[in-house]
């Protein structure tokens, strides 16, 4: 890899836990009485955001993203349509994982869904932005072999 590729991962990786430390301070200046574990759920939405938007502001920034064949707006909406259609099933899919190991399902649903957002802005946001919202793409990345 060429020094400046290093530098630019490094940068990025920086700002992307630099604002996971942010988002875990600020709800204690603007939610009154916070606490972790009296007010989880904001904590857990700050930090959602702040992964989800700051990981896709420094992709589209960096220019990471594999550039788009069609420059057409119906093509750019449809790809936006489709990546948000992936991290709702993703989110959905990390949910059913934390039920099925144990979370509550009915006591706690909007405390488990929470967790499963932040799974979903921690792994498929970034493979979003980076591969895309190509389904031959994430199976050719993730598979074993690398082909299907």
Not at 36 to 49: A, D, E, F, I, P
Not at 80 to 93: D, H, I, P
Not at 129 to 147: E, H, K, M
């Amino acid at each position: 890899m060429r020094e400046h590729e290093i530098k630019g991962m490094v940068s990025a990786h920086t700002i992307i836990a630099s604002s996971i430390f942010i988002a875990t301070v600020m709800p204690l200046f603007f939610v009154e009485h916070f606490s972790v574990y009296g007010t989880h759920l904001t904590w857990l939405y700050s930090v959602s955001g702040s992964v989800a938007v700051v990981n896709i502001i420094i992709f589209w920034l960096l220019g990471i993203s594999p550039p788009t064949k069609k420059h057409t707006l119906g093509y750019k909406v449809s790809r936006a349509v489709r990546s948000c259609l992936y991290f709702v099933l993703s989110c959905l899919f990390f949910h059913l994982v934390v039920v099925l190991y144990g979370a509550p399902l009915l006591e706690s649903a909007l405390e488990t869904f929470s967790l499963a957002v932040l799974l979903s802005c921690f792994t498929t946001v970034r493979c979003l932005c980076v591969l895309g919202p190509n389904v031959q793409t994430w199976i050719r990345v993730f598979s074993r072999d690398g082909w299907v």
